[in-house]
């Protein structure tokens, strides 16, 4: 597909437990981003990778929190000891580089804790 | 990192023109002032971005004053599909770092 592509669309888990979610950026887009849509609510900045180098990781709400990016494309956002708080649409986002717009967008996974 | 304030919600009906105003005092000179469109259960999808003046392009046009502390979004002839959340938001284009989206604009066009 064309476009960013992020998997499950839906998932829903037990408090306590451990989740891992996915995201397929467009080839050959550099830039990745994770962010958190609470309902309702904006878009809250989590972490941001750029090719092969450091991601800024200021967004991140809690040590809970980690992401990594695989060989410069899939990466994968997993939430550990997950609680009622998190409960939220996680949107990841590409670009051909750092800053560059529009950030094309998937449309997210829609994680619940019970 | 500049913030950005818009109307929480606005009401209008189909075949009006829409403006939707974006206050960005703290703008940095590198800034650029991007604007987004999300329906629900969707990803947030990019509709104009600009610097100073005026941009236009088929769907929307951006009206930017000359000291940059705003942005007015313009939708010419607003259909019902155009009800969605539009988000404001400034970042620089150089040096990035994170791009700020507020809570956004709810537009609620009525037939």
């Known amino acids: 597909g064309a476009g960013v592509s992020q998997s499950p669309s839906n998932k829903v888990t037990e408090k306590g437990k451990d989740v891992e979610l996915r995201c397929d950026p467009i080839?050959?887009?550099?830039?990745l981003y994770w962010y958190r849509q609470s309902l309702g609510q904006g878009l809250e900045f989590l972490i941001y990778?750029?090719?092969?180098?450091?991601?800024?990781k200021s967004g991140l709400p809690s040590d809970r929190f980690s992401a990594e990016r695989t060989g410069g494309s899939v990466s994968t956002l997993t939430i550990q000891r997950t609680q009622q708080e998190d409960s939220a649409v996680y949107l990841c986002?590409?670009?051909?580089?750092?800053?560059?717009?529009?950030?094309?967008f998937g449309d997210g996974t829609r994680l619940s804790i019970l | 990192l500049a913030k950005t304030t818009q109307p929480i919600s606005m009401d209008s009906y189909e075949g009006q023109e829409v403006n939707i105003t974006c206050s960005h005092n703290?703008?940095?000179?590198?800034?650029?002032i991007t604007w987004y469109q999300q329906f629900p259960s969707q990803g947030p999808r990019f509709i104009i971005q600009?610097?100073?003046t005026k941009v236009t392009n088929e769907v929307a046009s951006l009206f930017i004053p000359a000291d940059r502390k705003s942005s007015t979004l313009s939708l010419p002839r607003v259909s019902l599909s155009d009800t969605a959340v539009y988000y404001c938001?400034?970042?620089?284009?150089?040096?990035?770092?994170?791009?700020?989206f507020g809570s956004g604009t709810k537009l609620n066009v009525k037939p």
């Open positions: 600009g610097y100073k």
């Open positions: 703290n703008i940095a000179t590198n800034d650029y």
């Open positions: 080839s050959g887009h550099t830039a």
């Open positions: 986002a590409s670009s051909p580089a750092p800053g560059d717009q529009p950030q094309h």
């Open positions: 938001l400034v970042g620089d284009m150089r040096n990035f770092n994170k791009f700020y």
């Open positions: 990778f750029q090719g092969n180098s450091a991601p800024d």
